[in-house]
């Protein structure tokens, strides 16, 4: 708990949640990340990266809108592939901190 009188801390990232741990190669995902506290005036932008550039297609950021504490985007559609493979998802926020990583298992499409 802050002192009083003192600044609010600045919001952090909580979480990194992926709707689907799995999913099959061409297909795509909701990724939702999560702040320790409502976003500032002006939102939180929170940088996003795959593990491998052009294997798993996230946006570069997503913006936590001002006084909300998470955000949804879109992660796919996913290359083909003949064999499973697994891909990281991660999250950053800001200077404050608060990384997050996730594993996105991507099945090859069932034919």
Not at 36 to 59: M, R, W
């Amino acid at each position: 708990m802050a002192a009083p009188g003192s600044p609010t801390p600045a919001a952090s990232l909580s979480s990194l949640k992926l709707a689907q741990s799995a999913i099959f190669a061409g297909g795509s995902t909701t990724g939702i990340v999560t702040l320790t506290s409502p976003a500032p005036t002006g939102g939180a932008v929170v940088t996003l990266n795959g593990s491998f550039v052009g294997q798993v297609i996230v946006p570069q950021s997503v913006t936590v809108p001002a006084g909300n504490t998470s955000a949804t985007f879109t992660i796919g559609p996913t290359p083909e592939t003949f064999f499973t493979t697994y891909m990281m998802v991660q999250a950053h926020c800001g200077t404050s901190g608060g990384n997050q990583a996730r594993i996105l298992e991507v099945d090859p499409t069932v034919t």
